[in-house]
């Protein structure tokens, strides 16, 4: 069955502070992983998308990599406007749609 | 201009009741898709459509019932509704079911938020 856990759940950083948001994945037969960006009450807004061990993306202050069995999105001096929550979702050969994790929320304070 | 818009944003209903909620797209997808996302923000699949036909339906209760009556809309038709079935349900399109790179990537609404008292 396939699973996606993200770490961690929660994260607070000051304006400035770099960090990094990691996906664990287990799939069978990985057809793309997804990373989204959800702001509170609204819908999830496409980041990247990330095909082959070794590919990396970037867009602004944020940098996604991808290995076999994880996925990290790098934040490099990071604002408040980057607060949201990130999610993650690998589509997998065998399934039907995006299987999300639960993400993780970052608040980012100036 | 919106590419994936649902209607309406809020519902506030009775237990019982019977609610639908519209979606549609601008993108000239093939595909569509409903998501629940429950008070733990957990968001997951509810249904598939491509080219108006149903190709995903995860396990949901037989109340909820997907409707597309053409490529760029897909409404969801919730019926005896329950406690439990208060989350924000989103939609989403791609352009392709099943697609090779970019044709994979999935556009959402800003979803319609239930709440059943």
């Known amino acids: 069955e396939d699973q996606v856990t993200q770490s961690p759940e929660a994260l607070r950083l000051q304006e400035g502070e770099s960090s990094s948001l990691n996906c664990s994945y287990t799939?069978?037969?990985?057809?793309?992983l997804f990373w989204y960006r959800q702001d509170p009450g609204k819908g999830p807004e496409f980041l990247f998308t990330?095909?082959?061990a070794g590919e990396e993306k970037e867009k602004e202050r944020l940098k996604a990599t991808l290995t076999k069995k994880e996925s990290f999105l790098h934040i490099t001096a990071p604002k408040p406007e980057d607060s949201a929550t990130y999610l993650c979702?690998?589509?997998?050969?065998?399934?039907?749609?995006?299987?999300f994790g639960k993400g993780t929320s970052l608040l980012v304070t100036p | 201009d919106t590419a994936v818009s649902q209607t309406p944003k809020y519902l506030v209903t009775q237990m019982g009741n019977d609610k639908s909620i519209k979606c549609e797209q601008n993108?000239?997808?093939?595909?569509m898709y409903w998501y629940k996302q429950d008070s733990k923000k957990f968001l997951k699949i509810m249904f598939s459509?491509?080219?108006?036909?149903?190709?995903i339906n995860e396990t949901v209760p037989n109340r909820f019932s997907p409707k597309s009556p053409d490529k760029a809309h897909l409404n969801l038709h919730i019926n005896s509704l329950e406690l439990g079935d208060s989350a924000v349900y989103f939609c989403?399109?791609?352009?392709?079911?099943?697609?090779?790179?970019?044709?994979?990537?999935?556009?959402f609404g800003p979803g319609t938020r239930l709440t059943v008292l």
């Open positions: 989403a399109s791609s352009q392709e079911w099943r697609g090779r790179g970019p044709t994979d990537t999935q556009y």
């Open positions: 799939v069978s037969g990985l057809r793309g």
């Open positions: 990330l095909y082959s």
């Open positions: 979702a690998p589509n997998s050969n065998s399934g039907y749609a995006l299987n």
């Open positions: 993108l000239g997808h093939d595909t």
């Open positions: 459509y491509n080219n108006k036909e149903l190709i």
